[in-house]
């Protein structure tokens, strides 16, 4: 059978995707899909389905690697060409399957469960994205179904951090408004066979599910409405009873083996007190949320892979509409990883200070490292869609704030380890420096009394009789040098020639204040906790520092760009 190429490689496309969802591509969906998508293809079915079970047996025999492989080759080509009239400029994000304009939903669903960090910025950017482009609408959900992990206070963090991401949701709800009509469709489940209520001790359960084998209370699961009233009217206690999902016991895919809907979790919730004790599982609510909430396209990480068929599973059982459901790769950076558990003892055990200790990916954390909220969408965007595994380089974020920050950063002098030099023969000089090399962003006066600091690292190479220049000042002969006290003794020269010798920053001793740059490095090394992750840069800057505001960014010729925290300390950003 004759295709376009524009067919034939949609084809390829919904056979590939269904065959990574359900791991193997089913003639159903493939061709309900296709239909849905090509109404005119409806009166050549016949002609079609031989042809689409040639290529559904030959794409479910491949190897997932592959099958993964083609589809990120073909994700950037497909659809292209039909929607390429929609992309407005600017707009970078491969088009989305089905989607049509003024009725894309999207939404990013954060547990409040702590801080956000860069992976939540990359999901909320994609998403806010997506649904302005499609002039759609975009939803802000706190998914809180777990009290033993939620707080008030990371509510609101979350709030804030997206609007400093600039992100602004058009609904803001949580999941748990939601949990009266939550209980419900788990009732409704279970009355329709698809859910049951075990109450198998957890050891037990755990055993049964990884060998593959039903338990009892399936088994007898028919008549399990009696148990069902006693469950949701709280009868039971924490461990005695769980709503599980009739699924598939034997299924290699170990998530769609009768998964936990419903536990019992008794404690105070921060929206909610105590007045519920009964709690969906996100693999319950997420997809029910979704669907009632009009979301239209559902991204999630590749992490949830393995649990879209259950989230299909659950829609199909209760008879809801499904979402279509879209993977990108999680963001974190080497070092740095984003996960709870690994942060959260390190928070306890006092080995970092707080969520926003600048050696975290929280989104706070790199606000008090000086990066801009700008570079951020902008380094996100730049990774698009991708299913790829491998963790970005920060230099990459990195180089998109640099040229941000680049324009408003104030040049300063600042020396480490500092060595005292006498100036001989000065007079009182005063020194005129310009506070940005090629922007017009104002000038500063340094007084030269008789002495100046140097940094260590330049003193340690001069010798008796050698000439240096300090920067934008003079040329200097060294005639002394007491190693031990970290002096030196010199003589301005007259000659200020450029002539090829060391340039050197210096800060005025007149005009200095002791001060600290806190510099970050990787939080982990392989998978232990690095001890030397922070580094306290003492030493001398100019003095004008101390009159900088709070989050205004300079550079330390040498050093970097830092972000002012107070008169006497800044945070490193980044070279
Ligand atoms: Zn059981």
Not at 254 to 260: C, H, L, S, V
Not at 368 to 389: N, Q, W
Not at 452 to 460: L, N, R
Not at 499 to 508: A, C, G, L, N, T
Request: proline share 5%.
């Amino acid at each position: 059978m004759e295709f376009d190429d524009e067919l034939y490689n949609k084809i390829k496309f919904i056979i590939l995707k269904n065959s990574l969802d359900y791991e193997k591509a089913r003639i159903e969906t493939v061709l309900s899909k296709l239909i849905s998508s090509n109404p005119n293809l409806r009166t050549d079915i016949k002609r079609i389905i031989p042809y689409l079970n040639k290529e559904i047996d030959k794409i479910n025999s491949l190897r997932k690697e592959d099958k993964i492989e083609l589809l990120k080759k073909m994700d950037q080509n497909y659809g292209v060409s039909k929607d390429k009239k929609n992309i407005k400029d600017g707009f970078t994000l491969p088009p989305l399957i089905n989607a049509e304009n003024g009725h894309v939903v999207t939404r990013f669903p954060p547990e409040p469960n702590g801080y956000p960090h860069i992976g939540h910025a990359k999901a909320a950017i994609i998403d806010e994205e997506y649904a302005r482009h499609y002039n759609g609408k975009f939803i802000l959900r706190f998914d809180d179904t777990n009290p033993l992990n939620e707080q008030s206070e990371y509510y609101d963090v979350i709030l804030e951090d997206l609007n400093w991401l600039k992100i602004k949701p058009d609904i803001i709800k949580n999941t748990s408004d939601d949990i009266t009509l939550l209980h419900k469709y788990g009732q409704e489940l279970i009355k329709n066979n698809s859910g049951y209520i075990c109450t198998c001790k957890p050891e037990t359960i755990h055993k049964l599910r990884s060998s593959g084998i039903e338990c009892e209370c399936r088994l007898n699961s028919t008549n399990s409405l009696e148990k069902m009233d006693k469950f949701f009217n709280g009868y039971f206690h924490k461990n005695e009873a769980i709503v599980r999902f009739k699924g598939d016991m034997k299924n290699d895919n170990t998530a769609i083996r009768d998964p936990t809907l419903f536990r019992i979790i008794d404690t105070e919730h921060p929206r909610l007190g105590r007045k519920n004790v009964i709690w969906p599982t996100y693999d319950f609510a997420a997809p029910i949320e979704d669907s009632l909430d009009g979301v239209t396209h559902a991204l999630r990480t590749k992490e949830y892979e393995l649990r879209n068929q259950l989230y299909r599973e659950i829609l199909t059982a209760l008879n809801l509409r499904i979402p279509e459901v879209l993977e990108f790769s999680r963001l974190e950076f080497e070092g740095m990883p984003v996960s709870k558990r690994k942060i959260k003892p390190l928070i306890v055990n006092k080995q970092i200070h707080s969520w926003d200790d600048p050696r975290l990916p929280t989104l706070k954390a790199f606000k008090k490292r000086g990066f801009t909220p700008e570079a951020i969408r902008k380094f996100v965007l730049s990774l698009g869609l991708t299913l790829s595994e491998t963790k970005p380089s920060i230099e990459v974020l990195e180089s998109f704030n640099r040229k941000i920050i680049d324009r408003e950063a104030i040049r300063l002098f600042f020396v480490r380890d500092p060595w005292e030099i006498t100036l001989e023969n000065s007079t009182i000089k005063e020194i005129l420096l310009q506070n940005h090399p090629s922007l017009e962003m104002g000038r500063r006066i340094i007084v030269v009394k008789d002495s100046v600091y140097i940094s260590s690292v330049d003193a340690k190479n001069l010798t008796k009789g050698s000439e240096i220049r300090l920067i934008e000042f003079s040329n200097i002969i060294i005639n002394e040098i007491d190693r031990e006290k970290k002096e030196l003794k010199c003589k301005i020269t007259n000659n200020i020639i450029n002539k090829d010798i060391p340039k050197i920053q210096w800060v005025s001793t007149e005009n200095s204040v002791p001060y600290k740059i806190v510099k970050p490095h990787m939080l982990f090394i392989n998978d232990d906790f690095n001890p030397n992750s922070l580094e306290i840069i003492t030493g001398y800057a100019e003095s004008f520092v101390s009159t900088l505001l709070t989050d205004t960014m300079v550079q330390f010729i040498r050093e970097g760009f830092c972000r002012i925290e107070n008169n006497n300390t800044s945070i490193f950003a980044h070279k």
